[in-house]
């Protein structure tokens, strides 16, 4: 036993695909089994993923989830912001340069239209929580975008931590709400093609629920969805603390 523990301790990365992969597979078989495939297999693998992170804090105390039991480290590291990132880049490789190029105008019309129906609706909300200064309903609003934009404009704007954590948390509701529900109302919504995955993800912009929620649905559409989504992002990061700042100071000033 000892034994294995010293290998598990050095293959922390490796033990985490392990782990990873056995969720995902118990979770492909519980979608047929007993779900007859109607809830894709990959939304029960994050519900479960998620409930296994709070159960992992709650009994460590910790604050990294179920990294924060020491034979699991490696999950921590596989689910950082590095494969993340690595992740979203290489599927948005995949992308055919003649179909993002004719859906060009589409997508960014849904950039635009995404960035500022959430930053509306994030600022509705932090504005019913009573904040009433430009700076942290900023914050609060780009958040709502995504949970990078958030702290990225809090940053630049001088915004307390307990805002900014704010802005984090609304965009990891809007991330886990986008990878669920994706697959789930893809049909109804029309998602079947490069366009519409396009305008979906830059309505949407959520890097990583985007990605997930379009591998649930057809895996062919995610580096569609993640070319526009990666673009909503720096949008986000640019215009939110700028000219959205601008807007709202002329108006709560």
Known sequence: MEELLKVIDKNGLIVGFLCVGLLTLGSNFVSKKFFKSRIPGSAIAIFLGLVLGYLGGYFTGGNKGISDIEIFKGIGVLGGSMFRDFAIVATALGASYLLVKKSGLLGMISLLFGILIFFIAGVAIAFAWGFRDPISLCTIGAGACTYIVGPVTGA?????SEVIALSIGAGLVKTIAVTIFTPIFAKKIGLDSPGSAMAFGGIMGTSSGVAAGLAATDPKLVPYGAVT???????GCLICPSLFFLILEMIFA
């Open 229 to 235: 989504a990666t673009f909503y992002t720096g949008l």
């Open 156 to 160: 630049a704007l001088g915004a307390s």
